[in-house]
């Protein structure tokens, strides 16, 4: 039987598939928010993320445990906001949750590097990179969304998810 992944690695790894999971469910609370304002365009983008990003994010984590010979375990993910005051606030939430799940990336890369699992690296490095590619996706929307003056209607139609 394949043993490529340590206890203490394949713990970690499998609370990074609640949290993206976890972040699939939050951008789909926004999405939720912003059908229920008719912003359209934030809807989709933010439905899109769930889909395409974070339940696909989950997946490799959960791929990886089983291909090294691991023990998936799926626990609990939170109930979401689905109250926002304001777009803007959307955003900053948004763009704070990819921080915090940057720092959890980190997390794993240090006990990779810890305990010398070098099959992991490669993994945790294209985590790596997909973060900055998340937190820019985040900012440059909210960026978009203050340079529009927040002119609501007109962002909105205009914003589109890169998938
Ligand atoms: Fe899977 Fe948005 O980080």
């Known amino acids: 039987m394949v043993d490529l992944i340590s206890k203490e690695l394949n713990e970690l790894m499998n609370k990074q598939i609640v949290e993206e999971l976890q972040s699939a469910y939050i951008y789909l609370g926004m999405a939720a928010w912003a059908i229920e304002k008719g912003l359209k365009g934030l809807a989709n983008f933010m439905k899109t993320h769930a889909e395409k990003e974070e339940y696909k994010h989950a997946m490799k984590f959960t791929h990886y445990i089983q291909e090294t010979g691991g023990k998936v375990k799926f ?16 955003l900053v939430a948004a763009i704070k949750h990819e921080e915090y799940i940057t720092n959890k990336i980190k997390e794993l890369m240090d006990l990779a590097t810890t305990k010398n699992e ?25 960026n978009s969304f203050l340079l529009s003056g927040k002119m609501l209607g007109v962002w909105d139609q205009h914003i589109k998810h890169p998938e």
């Open 75 to 90: 626990d609990t993910v939170e109930s979401v906001a689905t109250e926002y005051e304001n777009v803007e606030e959307l």
């Open 118 to 142: 070098y099959y992991a690296f490669d993994l945790l490095n294209w985590f790596i990179q997909e973060q900055i590619e998340e937190e820019n996706l985040f900012t440059d929307l909210y």
